[in-house]
């Protein structure tokens, strides 16, 4: 399966972007449940729709401090979700009508030859539609959409129109031996640098391969050790004033990267450990299933003494507890030190991610499970493990059938993945397992 679709609500503040964001999230769609022990804004919803994966993002939430800044602001809301977004929704308010500024930004969407869907949100009485409703479409982006955040009419026509512009699922697939790398990470721990190590001293061919639907250019080549596409995260442009305050953003461009890469690269700076932000991009990693190095940079600038490399490990660790799978490699962007092992461990995580398990010896090792530790009891009722099955990989993803799901407790399932790990391997990327009471169906 390829990357998912990402849908950005943008739009004035006050038009009701947050609240279609939670009505479409909480009403309409599926939300995907979270990984337990990370938390994640609630800026995304991984969501479907007629069978669809997806995700949205809201832009709403961090709003400018004055007028004049509310264009500045727009344009930049919207820059960013022309940058990654495969359809963008423009919420408008239609108590207020068309503003100059709803203007200025469907004008930079139609510059851009964006996939737009216009909102006009507020529609709360059903029966005919208001007459200002007709006055959105001198925005020229076509049929508006009547929707009300408040009690959800319409918001099933808008994500069908979204869904219209979805990309085919055929053309989601791409050449199979080309490992997609995305290096993510916050501000100055030195992505580009990486990048631009790593494309001057590895390089056999380079190539800029523009993204399908996206501005991102993505730099292609090959070694020794293989062919792969490294993902721009977009961290190397320039910071405007408005930028600094909507730091949510960056983010978007991330999940983007994660969701398009087999194999992510979250850099980390030696000399500041991990910081909540880097907790906020480890975590997306994770949820997304993808496989991941975790990659401790300028790491020459550190003072050593016998211990510093345990010790540094030991507090990773501590910090990213969600992701005990995650290698952890340190090296120097600036001096290439321990650089061209990266390739190595890239191949080997992107494999691990990509195995699949004979039943047999799925079922041979819960047996073996079962029998080390018992399975837990609660008021009599003991937890029995009928059948374990492997259903996908990239993450790898199991299926368990026991009698009863409420005492399939976290524990119990962190002590089989661990029995998973510690038999197969499965490093450097997460594994999920799906739990079926007998008599559910195993489909997804």
Known sequence: MGRKSLIAIVGRPNVGKSHLFNKLAGRRISIVEDTPGVTRDRLYADAEWRGRAFTMVDTGGIEPSTDNEMLLFMREQARIAIDTADVIVLVTDVRTGVTAADMDVANMLLKAKKNVVLAVNKMDSTGPADADFYEFY?????????????????????????FAFFPPEEEEAEEDDVVKVAVVGRPNVGKSSLVNRILREERVIVSDVAGTTRDAVDSFFENDAGRYLFIDTAGLRKK?????????????????????????????????????????????????????ILVVNKWDLVEKETKTMDRQREEIRKALVFMPYAPIVFISALTGQRVPRLFELINYVCEQSAMRIATGMLNSLLGDATARVQ??????????LYYMTQTGVKPPTFIIFCNDRELFHFSYQRYIENQLRSTFGLEGTPIRLIIRQRGESAEL
């Open 138 to 162: 001198n925005l020229g982006l076509g049929e508006p959409i009547a929707v009300s955040a408040v009690h959800g009419h319409g918001t099933g026509d808008l994500l069908d129109a979204c």
């Open 240 to 292: 405007s004033r408005v930028e600094d305050r909507v730091e949510k953003f960056s983010a978007m461009r991330s999940l983007d990267a994660i969701e398009r890469s087999d194999v992510c690269l979250v850099l980390l700076d030696a000399r500041e450990g991990v910081t909540e932000q880097d907790t906020k991009v480890a975590g997306m990693v994770h949820e997304s299933g993808k496989a991941c």
């Open 375 to 384: 399975p837990p009891t609660d008021k009599g009722r003991r937890l029995k």
